[in-house]
């Protein structure tokens, strides 16, 4: 039974460039949602997704963008990169019950390294 | 004042010791809590969802006051394999939505 996949697990990109990521949360969840974690510190929210639907967003400039599909798979874009986005990516899967979060369950990450 | 607070660390135990972490929360209406351990360079993994009655897994016992917004994590007979980063996790619906939100973590090292 696959856990949740995120590709690619490692990119450099340059200043000013555009990145994609992508998740594919556990079968049977229906919530995604994005963390970034740069070194020392502990993941901070970026987006939650559920049934399609943004459900939470966090302390993110414009330049941070995400969407979930109709398989619940989810992207996470960001523009016009600086040096300060590189970071860990994770993607978390969850299925809330009664509108409550439960636990979530993460992906490996993307390392991105802007230079 | 950050949402999650957490002990700074790094704690270095002997293998063997009790430890204990705590942890505090900001907002009230907090609706639930976890313990993660993140090993380094990996993801966030469960180690445990924490209520108000306490609970236990093995060495490890999780407890919640939220009159006092604080949780714990209380591990025995500590093993060399559970030196790894301890992250707090509280979720609440806020301004942003619904989040998890993370403490920064406490680094602990069980030595030989």
């Known amino acids: 039974d696959a856990g949740v996949t995120q590709s690619p697990t490692h990119l450099i990109k340059t200043r000013g460039q555009h990145v994609t990521l992508r998740c594919s949360p556990i079968?049977?969840?229906?919530?995604v949602s994005w963390y970034q974690q740069v070194l020392g510190q502990g993941p901070q929210f970026i987006f939650q997704?559920?049934?399609?639907?943004?459900?939470g967003r966090g302390n993110f400039p414009d330049r941070f963008s995400a969407r979930q599909f109709p398989n619940y798979s989810s992207e996470l874009n960001v523009n016009a990169l600086l040096l300060g986005d590189s970071a860990l990516y994770l993607c978390?899967?969850?299925?809330?019950?009664?509108?409550?979060?439960?636990?979530?369950?993460f992906g490996q990450g993307t390392r991105l390294t802007v230079v | 004042r950050k949402e999650v607070e957490q002990d700074p660390g790094p704690f270095n135990v002997p293998e063997g010791a009790t430890v204990a972490f705590n942890c505090t929360y900001s907002n009230s209406a907090s609706q639930s809590f976890f313990w993660y351990r993140q090993d380094c360079r990996k993801e966030p993994k469960l180690l445990m969802s924490v209520y108000s009655s306490g609970n236990e897994d093995g060495r490890f016992t999780a407890q919640l006051n939220r009159a006092s917004q604080y949780i714990s994590l209380l591990i025995r007979d500590s093993k060399l394999s559970d030196s790894a980063t301890y992250l707090c996790?509280?979720?609440?619906?806020?301004?942003?939505?619904?989040?998890?939100?993370f403490g920064k973590g406490t680094s602990l090292l069980v030595t030989p």
């Open positions: 079968s049977g969840h229906k919530s």
């Open positions: 997704y559920y049934e399609k639907e943004e459900r």
């Open positions: 978390a899967s969850s299925q809330p019950r009664g509108g409550v979060n439960t636990e979530a369950f």
């Open positions: 996790v509280v979720n609440f619906y806020s301004n942003s939505g619904y989040a998890l939100n």
